[in-house]
């Protein structure tokens, strides 16, 4: 396995470290090589994602990213140049992002009930293509302009792998969420498609929800939910709420698949670079070791993504409550149980 | 005054008149005229909002507003042919969405603490303009756009109004909710504008979040927050999910307001018709109560507004939990209150 890793800033370093640890646990045999990318490289020489660095990471396997990011960078910069370049240029349409409330993990909910999401964002369209612009800017009649393109292309591909998702899993539901009675142009697109694709997945059901209502429900009654398709921002909002309410982002783990293989997928923990306590080794590293989890996933090695899923279970369940983690200890415990 | 009346759908007569019981509670000398829009109409005569309703309406000094929609009606025909263009032909450009946590009412969160925000959502423009289109329909080329549109003029009023208020409250502090980082068109004529019109409010503070950190930090941390502006549709997603820690859509009020008092403002609660308990007399009325609230207190009758609050707030912190709530009764109880 040929994985390029891209460490980034804040506690990405540190992060990294323990899934790479964990992940030699169950497959020794790892190739990696280091990319450094991120505001740290940006600030030092203006760079932020070479084409001859692009054109390396496209040769590996796969790609885990720490965190990118740092106060000291304007909005958008680092997002734009480098984390969605990559989303865009390797055609990641599948954003997948479990969320699931572990044995031992304290909910925000008073009643959490069992919690078990598979939400699946799109990727590569939507609000996030960077269409638009500003006209008349600092003046009075400034008009700044967002264009959201949403495909048949792009749409169908997603909701089949979401429709595939949900069949694979016992509950087969798959709920649909988007904006349609607002949105009425992409809405019905959106909604044609997974009725269109949902005939040939006949038995999985299918439930519709507009984003704020779906937003409301995840806080007070998440357990509905199984596999959930939804476009590219929306998705960024509601699997933040997902993650909030399933012990938040210290356990948000994600994939960016190109789900037709051509490109290597990314593995990345939903958090960012979280400059306020790098260095320190405070960091949780379990939305990393989780990423990891996708990554073995995808690549094929479903028996060792089950050993690091349940060396993460069994972890979470076993933790004292509210005891400071420690970063490299949490890594070596679940190299352990994976690995051993 | 004069208050023109859309009871709409479903529950929305029921729960417009106990809002009306309570209006008249404190003052008597109200003249209401009916408007029958919404689902119903509709399906009988294929009519929205005739331009003559509409000229009569901005004759009025406020408008009080059910709910409107119906199952068997498409998504978007009522939203965009009757809601939205009453919020966009009368220039509602500040949508106000209080949420607060009442004594005696259960949140969804374990440790709620004390929640009080005030969410300042932008009402006509952003990604509700209804800009955008299709092309290639039922090809596999299909295309589907959604424009957001972000004026220099939209985006100026609609801050100044929330720097207005935060002044005007105790802690005197506002958070600016986008995504800047990823849609930096609007995103940077948004914060380029709280930085501007701040400088005119020096004794507020401002902090700003991107909406999804946002939208995890209104269920793990939503007492941070005072007033709150943002985009339309950040601002239709998060005042759902501030909904929702506060207690439910049973007690979320909104106003639609011409802060300019050019047109009539709109009020009514953020729920919807709710047609499967329509008819039963068990909805609860008190979003349109304290809709009513906001009503009293736009058009200058703060004393009365806070009057209907507070009995809004003695009924909730003494009403049995669980118990179920009886529409009328409720009614009766707040109109005692806030009128003897
Ligand atoms: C950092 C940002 C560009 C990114 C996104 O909006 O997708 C992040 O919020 C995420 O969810 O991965
Ligand atoms: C019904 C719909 C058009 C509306 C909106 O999206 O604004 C509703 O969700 C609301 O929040 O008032």
Redesign the interface.
């Known amino acids: 396995m040929r994985l390029a890793v891209i460490a980034g800033d804040g506690i990405g370093p540190e992060v990294v470290a323990e899934g790479l640890k964990v992940l030699r646990s169950v497959a020794p045999d790892l190739e990696t090589t280091d990319y450094d990318l991120g505001a740290t490289r940006w600030q030092r020489t203006g760079e932020l994602l070479p084409d001859s660095v692009l054109d390396e990471l496209r040769g590996h396997d796969a790609i885990l990213l720490g965190a990118i990011g740092d106060p000291g960078v304007p909005?958008?910069i680092l997002?734009?140049g480098l984390l969605?370049r990559l989303r865009f240029e390797l055609d990641h349409h599948v954003n997948l992002r479990p969320a699931k409330l572990y044995d031992g993990v304290r909910?925000?909910?008073?009643?959490p009930g069992s919690i078990d999401m598979l939400c699946v964002r799109e990727g590569t369209e939507g609000?996030?293509v960077?269409n638009?612009?500003?006209l008349?800017r600092?003046?009075?009649?400034?008009?700044?302009?967002?264009?959201?393109?949403?495909?048949?292309?792009g749409v169908?591909r997603v909701v089949r792998y979401a429709f595939e998702r949900a069949q694979a899993r016992p509950r087969r539901h798959l709920t649909l969420i988007h904006?349609?009675?607002?949105?009425?142009?992409?809405?019905?697109?959106w909604?044609?498609t997974v009725e269109e694709v949902g005939a040939e997945f006949p038995d999985v059901t299918v439930a519709y929800q507009h984003?704020?209502?779906a937003?409301?429900f995840f806080?007070?009654d998440p357990g509905r939910y199984d596999v959930i398709v939804t476009d590219n921002?929306f998705g960024?909002?509601?699997?933040?709420?997902a993650?909030?309410?399933t012990g938040?982002?210290g356990l948000a783990a994600s994939g960016n698949l190109d789900a037709s293989g051509t490109n290597p997928s990314m593995f990345e923990p939903v958090h960012g670079s979280a400059p306020d306590i790098a260095g320190q080794g405070i960091a949780d590293p379990t939305a990393t070791v989780l990423s990891v989890g996708l990554l073995l996933d995808h690549l094929g090695h479903a028996d060792l993504a089950r050993r690091v899923n349940a060396a993460v279970a069994f972890d979470l369940s076993t933790r004292e409550p509210q005891a400071q983690v420690r970063t490299a200890e949490v890594g070596d415990r679940l190299a352990a149980l994976a690995g051993g």
Chains 1, 2 share one sequence.
Do not use: C, Q, W
């Not at 909910?107 to 009643?111: E, G, M, T, V």
């Not at 600092?138 to 292309?153: K, L, Q, W, Y």
């Not at 960024?236 to 709420?241: K, N």
């Open positions: 909005p958008g997002e734009r969605l909910s925000p909910l008073a009643d609000p996030y960077g638009g612009g500003v008349r600092d003046t009075p009649h400034e008009i700044a302009t967002e264009v959201s393109i949403n495909t048949a292309f169908e904006k349609t009675n607002v949105l009425t142009h992409a809405g019905s697109l909604s044609r984003v704020d209502a937003s409301m806080i007070t921002l960024d909002i509601v699997t933040d709420v993650a909030a309410v938040g982002i």
